[in-house]
């Protein structure tokens, strides 16, 4: 998302604008996913796959030659079939529903014809390339890229296809769609995705931003502040309802650390926010610890590990930057000879392309190397990426 945003301000400072991409992406939901699976089409998957036949039997036999009472009141019904679906709650069943959405997954990457969306590389040499990423998924959670109206078609004609042979059904009501670089492109778009009954697509000018596993998706300044209100406000709520129980000092800090801002780092790893966002977390916790206690403990003993003697609540902003490098450590290392995860290939690239194809280590270790879009919106990953490494001491006095 950002990568698209990037390459839209270099088109209008360039004026090439009209040959830019209008990407999208297009998060899909399945209707019932588990439960509707055919199972003589889950078995003709694994024996597509290459499963042995014992096997294939095994599977199939577990999931199809069930039979379930229903209770009523404490009355059971009589026995019904189960025809379809798997098993909700067997841990097996999260790898079939896997291997059984894996041919609609495989239809799109291996299609030629699809585009998905093209991230462009520059080398060391100067030669260019693109990366093509054309859906991620989770489960059931598909996000697909869409390149333009042709890549639109090929989706819904390989989701009616995948329907009628698995028994899928996709709940368009609930698919989402948002402009990849954040501008507003409804007016190409609209027609299209009306016809997958599709009626808005999200752009940077929304008050809100689209959520996916959990994750905001945001593409301006006002949805980070809209985010970041509603995730205090959840902290405030959590906060009032430990603040009735008396407990110790060493108490509060375990609640904090356990209760309250483990809301927070799921989100944080890949969440792009400001210093100012950060405080205003750490001072909704300041504000519970030092409740009922006189005289009032520095912030900076709650943080300090408790070997040192202090209580080992997390520093937000430390836990933050450590989260963060978790996506610097492997482009610190990474070899341009060793094939690496396509994260770390995109992730590497991203930096390079933002500062002018430079080998992405040396902005991340020297700040004279880094440079700045003329027309930045917002805080981005790229930043996060920056303040993390710049966390870490440096000697290089004693590098080789």
Known sequence: MEDAE?????????????????????????????????????????????FFGNIVNCLYHLMADNRIRININGYFTE?????????????????????AFEPFLQSILQDQDYHGYHFPQHTTTGESSNLTTKILCYADDALVFIHDKQDLRLLKYY????????NARFNYSKAEAFSLSGRNTRSFWNRLLADMSINHLHTADDAQ???????????????????????????????????????????????????????????????????NDLQQITSVIIQ????????????????????????????VKLQYAALYFRWVQPVLRMDDSVLSSPLETMLSHHI????GAHPPQLPL????????????????????????VDTLHRDYDSSS
């Not at 689209?210 to 209100?229: E, K, N």
Request: aromatic share 12%; charged share 20%; glycine share 6%.
């Open 6 to 50: 990037r390459q839209w301000i270099m088109a209008d400072q360039q004026g090439t604008l009209n040959s830019l991409g209008r990407d999208i992406g297009h998060l899909l939901d399945q209707e019932k996913a588990y439960d509707r699976v055919n199972l003589t089409y889950f078995r003709a998957v694994l024996n597509r796959f290459g």
């Open 159 to 166: 989701m009616d296809l995948f329907c009628r042979t698995s």
């Open 352 to 355: 390079s392309n933002h500062n």
């Open 79 to 99: 026995e019904v079939h189960k025809l379809h679906g798997f098993k909700q709650g067997d841990p097996i069943s999260c790898i079939c529903y896997d291997l």
């Open 365 to 388: 270790l020297f700040p004279l190397a880094r440079k700045q879009l003329t027309r930045k919106r917002r805080v981005t990953t790229i930043d996060m990426l920056y303040r993390s």
């Open 209 to 275: 931003p689209l959520t996916y596993l959990g994750f905001p998706l945001i593409q301006s300044t006002q949805q980070r502040t809209y985010f970041v209100t509603t995730l205090i406000a959840s902290l405030k709520r959590t906060v009032q309802f430990h603040s009735c129980r008396s407990l110790s000092v060493m108490g509060k800090a375990t609640v904090v650390n356990t209760l309250i801002l483990s809301k927070c780092w799921y989100v944080f790893r890949v969440t792009p926010l400001t210093l």
């Open 288 to 315: 519970y610890l030092k409740q009922g206690i006189f005289p009032v403990i520095p912030w900076s003993t709650w943080t300090l590990p408790r070997y040192l003697g202090g209580l080992g609540v997390l520093d």
